[in-house]
């Protein structure tokens, strides 16, 4: 049945994230929206597949305010499931495909979903995770077949009949995305994310990047990051489209950027170093590649080497942006332009416009210029708050701004650098690892007596996970042994990859391990 390409049923309302498809859809329907593997979808095609999946949503009982959950990995039915969610007024909450059952569990009995969109590869952790669950989702197999009661397969939905109404986003604050992100306690939070936040956000950051019309984007990041989601609209939203790589592989990666003609990416220092040293790279043309955005956490050259290897490959044109923003914030709360960031690799560059940004101390007062102070925003491109935790929520916005948690200067020119976490959170390979849980499994092990996890700068992750740790007697228990304890419990990113072994941890007189201390001793330049 064809796209309605009329006026749109959100007509009156606020412009919502689903309306970048039906206006795309009436304007270049010609135009490549996607392209997954040997897939091509043209925003016709793409506007057609939506409403297919809306009418199998409803089916399955999907109205406004219906969350549903997926575990599987990148897919272009994964983003167009994300817009049709959106455009019911339905969200979607990606979850994070390397979490162990338990952790898995922890999410769906937070959020509920109705449904649960799950991946093959993934199936035995889902069924493991809800098996624990009172409330069970029913689920809905993407890549394999339904069977012993385990709810509908994908090509089930998309060929459902047509007798349910489907229901539409009605307000500019209608959630779309729950998106899980660790708490100061390590316990994940969802951050719920509204048509408001994802719409304004792109319109402050689209002038800045300077990403142009009918642009492509090659997106590798997870799609259970806001990254992806944040970088995909921006790119739809100038009538362009993506190639969406199911996992990061450096040469795949190349020769899919080449292939397709691909104009901007997001990259983390592993991915783009991997990328730069691949076997592709050599005889790769890089021509088409106009924008690298990036997150530089920590002194490093790399990024500046990445520009040359770019341009060496035919990238004449390539400028790089670095972003700064987080889950709860927004992904562009400052953003180093690519007139600017050349110059100043390592700052965060400015608040974008739309946004208010303060740096505070303790007693909310704004820090003199030069001074430390945390990093906190305020304005309408900001999350919702956090899915039943309202006292998580008030704690975020005290005082009437999101605090970030992030500590940062303002230079004499009036640039943001990020200095330093005032949580105790550490950043790899753009996956937030809090030390305190990372700690707990560790002193669960019997030949642990004490222990520290702390972060590092590193060249490839950004930051990598370091666990110092105290043995218990004559123990020999290898650094190795340990970081393979520690994936059995928790997610793989989170083990150290890094372990050192102390007789003692320092301490202060109250026993407060004193981390400053350890880290300064371990710690080397960044390359």
């Known amino acids: 049945m064809p796209h309605d390409r009329g006026q749109p049923e959100t007509a009156g309302l606020p412009y919502l994230l689903s309306d970048v498809v039906a206006d795309n859809v009436r304007w270049v329907p010609d135009q490549p929206a996607l392209i997954f593997g040997d897939r091509t979808l043209t925003w016709a095609g793409f506007g057609d597949k939506v409403a297919r999946i809306q009418q199998g949503l409803a089916e399955q009982g999907v109205v406004r305010g219906t969350r549903v959950a997926v575990l599987d990995r990148n897919s272009d039915d994964y983003v167009l499931l994300g817009y049709a969610l959106a455009g019911m007024g339905a969200v979607l909450v990606p979850v994070n495909m390397w979490l162990r059952p338990a952790e898995i569990a922890y999410i769906l009995n937070n959020c509920q979903p109705l449904l649960l969109?799950?991946?093959?590869?993934?199936?035995?952790?889902?069924?493991?995770?809800?098996?624990?669950?009172?409330?069970?989702?029913?689920?809905?197999?993407?890549?394999?077949?339904?069977?012993?009661?385990?709810?509908?397969?994908?090509?089930?939905?998309?060929?459902?009949?047509?007798?349910?109404?489907?229901?539409?986003?009605?307000?500019?604050?209608?959630?779309?995305?729950?998106?899980?992100?660790?708490?100061?306690?390590?316990?994940?939070?969802?951050?719920?994310?509204?048509?408001?936040?994802?719409?304004?956000?792109?319109?402050?950051?689209?002038?800045?990047?300077?990403?142009?019309?009918?642009?492509?984007?090659?997106?590798?990041?997870?799609?259970?990051?806001?990254?992806?989601?944040d970088y995909l609209k921006l790119y739809f939203m100038q009538r362009g489209g993506a190639v969406i790589a199911e996992r990061f592989e450096p040469e795949s990666a190349v020769t899919q950027i080449e292939r397709h003609r691909c104009n901007g990416m997001f990259g983390v220092p592993l991915v783009l170093r991997q990328m730069v040293e691949s076997k592709a790279w050599s005889t790769s043309d890089m021509s088409s590649m106009r924008l690298i955005a990036y997150a530089n956490y920590d002194p490093s050259t790399l990024i500046l080497r990445i520009v040359d290897a770019f341009?060496?490959?035919?990238?004449?044109?390539?400028?790089?942006?670095?972003?700064?923003?987080?889950?709860?914030?927004?992904?562009?709360?400052?953003?180093?332009?690519?007139?600017?960031?050349?110059?100043?690799?390592?700052?965060?560059?400015?608040?974008?416009?739309?946004?208010?940004?303060?740096?505070?101390?303790?007693?909310?007062?704004?820090?003199?210029?030069?001074?430390?102070?945390?990093?906190?925003?305020?304005?309408?491109?900001?999350?919702?708050?956090?899915?039943?935790?309202?006292?998580?929520?008030?704690?975020?916005?005290?005082?009437?701004?999101?605090?970030?948690?992030?500590?940062?200067?303002?230079?004499?020119?009036?640039?943001?650098?990020?200095?330093?976490?005032?949580?105790?959170?550490?950043?790899?390979?753009?996956?937030?690892?809090?030390?305190?849980?990372?700690?707990?499994?560790?002193?669960?092990?019997?030949?642990?007596?004490?222990?520290?996890?702390?972060?590092?700068?590193?060249?490839?992750?950004?930051?990598?996970?370091?666990?110092?740790?105290?043995?218990?007697?004559?123990?020999?228990?290898?650094?190795?042994?340990?970081?393979?304890?520690?994936?059995?419990?928790?997610?793989?990113?989170?083990?150290?990859?890094q372990v050192v072994f102390l007789d003692e941890l320092p301490k202060t007189p109250a026993g407060k391990i004193k981390k400053h201390e350890i880290k300064k001793s371990l710690a080397e330049p960044a390359a």
């Open 117 to 229: 969109v799950v991946g093959a590869e993934f199936l035995a952790a889902a069924r493991e995770a809800v098996e624990t669950l009172q409330e069970k989702p029913r689920f809905v197999l993407r890549n394999a077949t339904a069977g012993d009661g385990d709810g509908v397969a994908w090509p089930e939905l998309l060929d459902a009949p047509r007798r349910k109404q489907v229901s539409r986003a009605q307000s500019w604050d209608d959630a779309h995305l729950v998106l899980y992100t660790s708490g100061t306690t390590g316990r994940p939070k969802g951050a719920i994310i509204s048509h408001r936040r994802s719409v304004l956000d792109a319109l402050n950051a689209l002038p800045v990047f300077g990403i142009k019309q009918f642009e492509r984007f090659f997106c590798y990041m997870p799609l259970f990051h806001t990254g992806a989601w």
């Open 311 to 497: 341009r060496e490959r035919g990238a004449a044109n390539l400028g790089i942006a670095n972003a700064y923003g987080l889950t709860e914030g927004g992904p562009y709360i400052c953003i180093n332009r690519p007139e600017d960031a050349l110059k100043r690799p390592l700052s965060i560059g400015v608040p974008v416009p739309g946004l208010q940004v303060a740096l505070l101390d303790d007693q909310m007062a704004e820090v003199p210029r030069g001074e430390l102070g945390e990093i906190c925003v305020r304005g309408p491109a900001l999350m919702s708050g956090y899915l039943n935790r309202p006292e998580a929520t008030a704690e975020a916005f005290a005082g009437g701004w999101l605090h970030t948690g992030d500590l940062g200067r303002i230079d004499e020119d009036g640039f943001v650098h990020l200095i330093d976490r005032k949580k105790d959170m550490i950043r790899s390979a753009g996956e937030n690892v809090f030390a305190k849980e990372v700690e707990l499994v560790l002193i669960g092990h019997p030949e642990v007596r004490d222990c520290a996890v702390f972060g590092l700068p590193d060249v490839d992750y950004g930051e990598r996970v370091v666990a110092a740790v105290v043995r218990d007697g004559s123990s020999e228990i290898t650094g190795e042994a340990l970081t393979a304890y520690v994936r059995k419990k928790i997610a793989g990113f989170k083990a150290p990859r």
